[in-house]
């Protein structure tokens, strides 16, 4: 496709008929000689005598090529580009919402890390999510941790590097001793009332039973069902725990369920890495991107153009003095 970069310049097109309209002609003074060929001179210039000042005017083949050379010239500053067709490829990409649990029993010593040393649950969560994030190049991830309540800390972004510095700064308690796992999922709920995407998906990482919410988990996992979230929920710590520490499976496999998302439980960190691998494998979906639309600049066609047209009307001219020397010859021969 050609298109011009500064189409605007096109403007300037009428700008010489202007200045030969409305400007006053160029006035000069010359002592008049009488010569015996002046009917030769006259057809050479093929101006009509007079008497008076007499205003030089060009013939219409030169008038044509000063015109032609202004237009191709006008043309190569508007710069002419031929534009390819746009580059598409297919990016696999997410919309991803994760829950990470940071009440007090995440700080249960039970999970051990890639070298095999004994780990709290949260240190192990974190090593194995910025492995996760990292993967996310193209997604939008966004970050709501829990406790006594639910906080945004990080919205829907793209900058996967400033996602994961976050994370690595939480701590166990910093939300409150307490989980508030339903309304974490409200909170998601509402950072998606916020976006445009169509695939919406939360990931919720947690220990223990819903303690301090003031919307049940289940009636919060209908909410999202019909604003179409889908719920994938974690469980993370060991089942035959009591107390706070003690997992809520059923409630944590209703939130599924209610979503049509899925329900994983993370006894080790080995679990874990696999539970990221299926979603990895589930939760994708193909967009379609323009990447690049190749330019190339033709200012350099308009520009020979003119370059062209100017020397065949000058050589025009030149074999035209040359055809009517002889006859002034002859007239000049006494």
């Given at each position: 496709m050609l298109t011009f970069a500064y189409p605007w310049l096109a403007l300037l097109l009428p700008l010489p008929w202007l200045v030969y309209r409305f400007a006053p002609p160029h006035a000069e003074r010359r002592p008049g000689v009488r010569v015996p060929f002046f009917r030769t001179l006259v057809m050479m210039t093929g101006q009509v005598p007079g008497s008076g000042a007499v205003t030089a005017r060009r013939g219409a083949a030169r008038m044509g090529v000063l015109v032609l050379c202004w237009m191709l010239a006008l043309a190569s500053l508007m710069r002419p580009q031929w534009i390819e067709p746009p580059l598409?490829?297919?990016?696999?990409?997410?919309?991803?919402?994760?829950?990470?649990?940071?009440?007090?029993?995440?700080?249960?010593?039970?999970?051990?890390?890639?070298?095999g040393r004994t780990v709290d649950r949260l240190t192990a969560l974190k090593q194995v999510l910025d492995d996760f994030v990292a993967r996310r190049r193209g997604d939008r991830i966004g970050v709501v941790v829990f406790g006594d309540a639910p906080f945004t800390l990080v919205p829907f972004t793209t900058d996967?590097?400033?996602?994961?510095?976050?994370?690595?700064?939480?701590?166990?308690?910093?939300?409150?001793?307490?989980?508030?796992?339903?309304?974490a999922i409200g909170l998601g709920i509402s950072l998606f009332d916020r976006s445009t995407v169509t695939a919406k998906t939360m990931v919720a990482l947690t220990d223990g039973n819903d303690t301090a919410s003031k919307v049940p988990p289940g009636e919060a996992a209908g909410v999202a069902r019909d604003r179409g979230i889908v719920i994938h929920t974690i469980a993370i710590g060991d089942p035959t725990a009591a107390g706070e520490e003690k997992l809520d499976e059923a409630a944590l496999r209703d939130v599924a369920e209610r979503t049509g998302g899925g329900f994983y439980r993370a006894l080790d960190r080995d679990q874990l890495v696999g539970i990221y691998g299926r979603l990895d494998e589930i939760e994708t979906r193909r967009i379609d991107t323009v990447s690049f639309r190749p330019k190339t600049d033709l200012y350099w066609v308009p520009l020979a153009a003119a370059l062209l047209v100017g020397m065949a009307g000058s050589a025009a001219i030149l074999i035209r003095s040359r055809r009517l020397r002889p006859l002034l010859r002859r007239e000049i021969r006494p």
């Open positions: 598409h490829r297919d990016v696999p990409t997410r919309d991803m919402l994760l829950l990470v649990d940071l009440s007090a029993s995440m700080d249960t010593k039970d999970f051990a890390d890639a070298q996967l590097k400033l996602a994961r510095q976050l994370v690595q700064d939480t701590a166990v308690g910093m939300a409150g001793p307490r989980t508030a796992f339903g309304d």
